[in-house]
């Protein structure tokens, strides 16, 4: 199952270190061969068509309600709840992509 990048997740991976790159595209090779079967390790249910990949200090936002599932926001993990700035960002992008 490929996944899609929004272009502002783009631009947010393109300044992690070496190390948290690696670890991202490892995360999300694991989702494209997996997909939903991940253990909640890797891969985390938010809400509705809402799911949180995990790698390391990275959390990538995967939308599913498109034609493909798109990583519509990307952030460091500072707590652990989603903050509700987040949400919104998350909520105002998915309706770009209905």
């Given at each position: 199952m490929r996944l899609?990048?929004?272009p502002r997740v783009e631009k947010f991976l393109k300044g992690l270190s070496d190390k948290d790159i690696?670890?991202?595209?490892e995360y999300i090779?694991?989702?494209?061969?997996?997909g939903y079967s991940l253990?909640?390790?890797y891969l985390?249910?938010?809400?509705g068509p809402i799911w949180e990949l995990r790698p390391r200090r990275v959390?990538?936002?995967?939308?599913?309600?498109a034609e493909k599932p798109v990583i519509v926001?990307?952030?460091y993990k500072k707590s652990q709840k989603i903050s509700r700035k987040d949400l919104k960002i998350i909520d105002?992008?998915?309706?770009?992509?209905r």
């Open positions: 899609i990048f929004d690696a670890k991202v595209l090779d694991l989702f494209e061969d997996y253990d909640q390790r985390k249910k938010v809400k959390r990538l936002f995967i939308f599913t309600g926001h990307a952030n105002t992008r998915i309706k770009q992509y």
